[in-house]
């Protein structure tokens, strides 16, 4: 069964620093590109970022480019999202993302979701 | 960027009905169009992928169509399950992937 547990949410300062994980089991993580999804309250689904299943290629949303650094261990089968310089707007649910097997960008397994607020 | 419009944006129907939701892209996007399900508090979840592939372990109810820049998804005969947001997102670039999405309420 194919699981993404995210973890690493919190309340952090504007202008701090934190770090997410998502364990993956269930799967050969090491063979897909995986992404982070995030929801802000009430709000609809903002595209985040992407990397590729090596770790050799990434992608970064407008509106968290030089901010965020999205990278893997697929020893631990573990994907990261190092987000600093943070804003009260990135304040969201921050979702672990699978793509499905061939289709890039197609998502079908999805984390919980880990938290993330930002306010003073 | 490609600009993904839904509409309606809310939807009253009652268990029975069928319902169509319509998705727009702002350039031609072929066939790499995606919906999603998202009930409260819970993470999305893959309806239909590539225009109108159901995604295994989804009801035959939901079915979508469409290709280039429209789309939609109809669900033949609504179940007290169904009632939840709806999401289109295109996979054709990574920009500005998701649609704003379609919240679907028992009338």
């Known amino acids: 069964e194919v699981q993404l547990v995210e973890s690493g949410g919190g309340l952090v300062q504007p202008g701090g620093s934190l770090r997410l994980s998502c364990s993956a089991s269930?799967?050969?993580?090491?063979?897909?590109?995986m992404h982070w999804v995030r929801q802000a309250p009430g709000k609809g689904l903002e595209y985040v970022s992407a990397i590729s299943s090596n770790g050799g290629s990434t992608y970064y949303a407008d509106s968290v480019k030089g901010r965020f650094t999205i990278s893997r261990d697929n020893s631990k089968n573990t994907l990261y999202l190092q987000m600093s310089s943070l804003r009260a707007e990135d304040t969201a649910v921050y979702y672990c993302?699978?793509?499905?097997?061939?289709?890039?960008?197609?998502?079908?397994?999805w984390g919980q979701g880990t938290l993330v607020t930002v306010s003073s | 960027d490609i600009q993904m419009t839904q509409s309606p944006s809310s939807l009253s129907a009652s268990v029975g009905d069928r319902v169509t939701i319509t998705c727009r892209a702002s350039?031609?996007?072929?066939?790499?169009l995606n919906w999603y399900q998202q009930k409260p508090g819970k993470a999305p979840k893959l309806l239909i992928y590539?225009?109108?592939s159901l995604q295994s372990g989804v009801p035959s109810r939901f079915s979508g169509s469409g290709s280039g820049t429209d789309f939609t998804l109809t669900i033949s005969s609504l179940q007290p399950e169904d009632f939840a947001t709806y999401y289109c997102q295109q996979s054709y670039s990574t920009l500005d992937t998701f649609g704003q999405g379609t919240k679907l309420e028992i009338k």
């Open positions: 269930g799967f050969t993580f090491s063979s897909y590109a």
């Open positions: 993302v699978k793509d499905a097997v061939g289709q890039w960008l197609v998502f079908d397994y």
């Open positions: 350039q031609s996007i072929s066939s790499y």
């Open positions: 590539a225009a109108s």
